[in-house]
């Protein structure tokens, strides 16, 4: 079969991971590449033996062919863009979130039906392997109904002080909070009735960064189920992993516990350092893109070649952005939100 011909928005640390496995595929060319930062563009361009760069993404979609789009910009600047690709008859990958704002979410649900495209966000914690094989158990029956849960999903500091030039226009809530509310109604078969979220602020704004250090929330599921979740962006740069994550879910009949803040399978000990190197989420072996930040990419391919559903609909994604923007009216009130769907 022909290849689909891609167009990747935003040129940076992620568009790099889209580019890597859009080049791995067999099914897959990147015809264009466009960022604001037209630089940014001709680099990976460079990089990937990418055809068109463009620094507007309109320009883009008049000019190259293209079947789908990836969009890869920051948070806040998902929603024009997947609106304006989905109006051009685009299939779009967004990164996670959808959008983060009530008006985003609804124009793009409208643009992608009326437009007939199909839409996949990246919310890749449903391909992370432990989270995979427990939500696999639950789906079993051996641990029977799923009654509470426990989901800690923190990032050390650096990740909002220097990775991400965007935090202070962003919040961990949208950053990791939208996987942390994604596994969990995917765990529940659930939506969120509603949430009580307290948060705590100072660190990060010492340091320069104008953005909530740490959210505690509680969510209340339609049918009873209960969860407490923390999103924090305040863990010491000292930990061995990027990210802080402690999971639990407990059933009528049993529970699983994760632990994926230290993988103890592999430690590195040099002269000037000691950590344990990723081996689940992004990494190469022989060459190759591994881990599953790579695997919900190549489904989102996958599922455009076969036809097949994608694991995360867009209902899934939009109703994740609904339930985070209750989150933070709470955590801004100081009341329960209900979430309004
Ligand atoms: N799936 C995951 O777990 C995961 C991990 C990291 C990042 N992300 C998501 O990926 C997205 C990008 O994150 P990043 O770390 O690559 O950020 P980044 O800052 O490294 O890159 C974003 C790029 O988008 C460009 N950009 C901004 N607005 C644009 C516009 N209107 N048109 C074209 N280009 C524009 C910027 O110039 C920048 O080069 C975010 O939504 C983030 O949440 C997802």
């Known amino acids: 079969?022909?290849?689909?011909?891609?167009?990747?928005?935003?040129?940076?640390?992620?568009?790099?991971?889209?580019?890597?496995?859009?080049?791995?595929?067999?099914?897959?060319?990147?015809?264009?590449?466009?960022?604001?930062?037209?630089?940014?563009?001709?680099?990976?361009?460079?990089?990937?033996?990418?055809?068109?760069?463009?620094?507007?993404?309109?320009?883009?979609?008049?000019?190259?062919?293209?079947?789908?789009?990836?969009?890869?910009?920051?948070?806040?600047?998902?929603?024009?863009?997947?609106?304006?690709?989905?109006?051009?008859?685009?299939?779009?990958?967004?990164?996670?979130?959808?959008?983060?704002?009530?008006?985003?979410?609804?124009?793009?649900?409208?643009?992608?039906?009326?437009n007939h495209v199909r839409v996949m966000v990246d919310l890749h914690n449903r391909w992370s392997p432990p989270f995979a094989v427990a939500k696999q158990s639950l789906d079993s029956g051996e641990l029977g109904d799923p009654v509470s849960a426990y989901f800690r999903l923190n990032d050390i500091k650096w990740v909002a002080t220097d990775m991400l030039p965007w935090a202070a226009k962003s919040s961990i809530l949208w950053f990791l909070?939208?996987?942390?509310?994604?596994?969990?109604?995917?765990?529940?078969?659930?939506?969120?009735?509603?949430?009580?979220?307290?948060?705590?602020?100072?660190?990060?704004?010492?340091?320069?960064?104008?953005?909530?250090?740490?959210?505690?929330?509680?969510?209340e599921f339609r049918n009873g189920g209960i969860a407490s979740i923390e999103n924090g962006w305040i863990t010491p740069n000292t930990h061995p992993c990027v990210n802080d994550i402690k999971f639990n879910i407990t059933g009528t009949k049993g529970m699983i516990n994760l632990d994926l803040s230290n993988n103890q399978m592999i430690e590195r000990f040099t002269e000037d350092k000691n950590d344990r190197p990723d081996v689940l989420v992004r990494h190469f072996i022989h060459g190759k893109a591994k881990g599953f930040a790579y695997e919900s990419i190549r489904h989102f391919v996958d599922c455009l070649v076969t036809g097949e559903d994608f694991l995360v609909s867009i209902q899934d994604a939009a109703n994740t952005s609904l339930t985070v923007l209750a989150i933070l009216e709470s955590a801004a009130t100081g009341k329960v939100v209900k979430v309004k769907y």
């Open 1 to 114: 079969m022909s290849k689909l011909r891609f167009g990747i928005v935003g040129a940076g640390v992620w568009g790099e991971t889209h580019a890597y496995l859009y080049q791995e595929h067999p099914n897959v060319e990147v015809s264009a590449i466009c960022d604001l930062d037209v630089a940014r563009a001709r680099r990976l361009a460079a990089k990937f033996s990418i055809p068109g760069v463009f620094s507007d993404h309109n320009e883009m979609l008049r000019h190259a062919e293209l079947d789908a789009v990836a969009i890869v910009t920051p948070d806040f600047a998902h929603g024009k863009i997947a609106v304006d690709c989905a109006n051009a008859k685009k299939h779009l990958l967004v990164e996670k979130p959808l959008a983060t704002t009530r008006e985003d979410v609804e124009a793009i649900v409208e643009a992608a039906e009326r």
């Open 177 to 219: 909070g939208s996987h942390t509310v994604d596994t969990l109604r995917w765990f529940f078969s659930d939506e969120v009735e509603q949430v009580y979220s307290v948060s705590s602020s100072g660190v990060l704004k010492r340091l320069g960064v104008d953005t909530v250090d740490v959210y505690q929330t509680i969510l």
